[in-house]
């Protein structure tokens, strides 16, 4: 898949784009000044500078990779060091423990999520955002989103909404129960991942 609009600093960032939000993911990004790529195969992996999986319907993502043959290879990017941010659907991808029901994952964040934890549809909205690292006043628009019961240890939690963390960090890898790329212009959680990116991209060779 061609790359798209960018200001050629960095390799593209990996728009996973089998199903969900892929299109508003690559939308903020390129807001942000990178450009993108959609990821519908495994060629599509090589040369990234980041990754993204988006929001959508996890149990369908996880049925059009084993079809796309993608599991392994997407896996093996994802354990590489290089930048992640997932949103909804594809935090559930990463989660360690997934409820409601049980199904597989990937388990590279340490977090216990309960798929739409907030409710169905009609319980869906914006809510105001606690955090210290976001700016006062940040907002996360959540659509049938997961909610996450258990942080385990190593993974810092960024924002919260009430009591309950909503984006996470792990290394080089952050996850939102929300859609951050669904508002417009510059969004602090877009933000972060872009300067995660930019970082990434001025390490030597074989640096972490």
């Known amino acids: 898949m061609a790359s798209k609009a960018g200001d050629g600093d960095t390799l593209p960032v990996g728009v996973l784009a089998l199903q969900g939000d892929f299109v508003d993911h690559e939308a903020a990004l390129q807001r ?9 195969t495994v060629a599509d ?13 996890s149990t369908t993502m996880l049925k059009l990779l084993d079809v796309d043959g993608l599991w392994e290879p997407l896996g093996a990017v994802l354990r590489s060091g290089l930048p992640v941010f997932a949103t909804c659907a594809g935090m559930i991808l990463l989660a360690e423990q997934v409820e409601n029901p049980v199904q597989r994952s990937y388990a ?24 210290a690292v976001l700016p006062a006043g940040t907002s996360g628009t959540f659509i049938r989103a997961p909610r996450i019961t258990r ?12 009591d309950d963390p909503v984006l996470v960090q792990k290394g080089p890898i952050m996850a939102a129960c929300f859609h951050p790329e669904l508002q417009p212009g510059s969004n602090p959680v877009v933000a972060r991942f872009v300067a995660a990116v930019r970082k990434h991209a001025m390490l030597p060779a074989g640096g972490a």
């Open 32 to 40: 942000h000044g990178l450009c993108t790529r959609q990821v519908r």
């Open 108 to 131: 590279l964040l340490p977090i216990t999520v309960v798929r739409n934890g907030y409710g169905r549809q009609f319980h869906s909205g914006t809510f105001a955002l606690n955090s």
């Open 151 to 162: 942080v385990g240890m190593g993974c810092d939690v960024l924002a919260s909404r009430g």
């Open 45 to 57: 992996l090589n040369a990234l500078g980041g990754l993204v999986l988006p929001g959508g319907e």
